[in-house]
């Protein structure tokens, strides 16, 4: 079973598991009003960005972008079917 020193780890932890259990509650940290009103204030400052930094990372309606360019062998492609196209 458990040695001497082992009931004496077990007993002191419990005794000190005990104690931090039943500390009092005043001794623990409860945000003020003040610190509340601060997270609401950051919050509506993280929406007004979150708002500005999505209309600017959208693009604009037909506005061109090199991913929407052809390449240049699809180009090619376009206008022989294009000349084709007026000979008929």
Known sequence: MMGKLGMLVFSV???VALIVMTLPREGMANPSLE???DVAEAI???EKLDKYYSQI???RY???TDS???SFPMAMRSRKFANEADRR
Do not use: D, W, Y
């Open 13 to 15: 932890t419990m005794v």
């Open 35 to 37: 610190e509340g009103l």
């Open 44 to 46: 509506r400052f993280l």
């Open 57 to 59: 990372a959208r693009p």
């Open 62 to 64: 037909g506005r061109s």
């Open 68 to 70: 929407h360019r052809k």
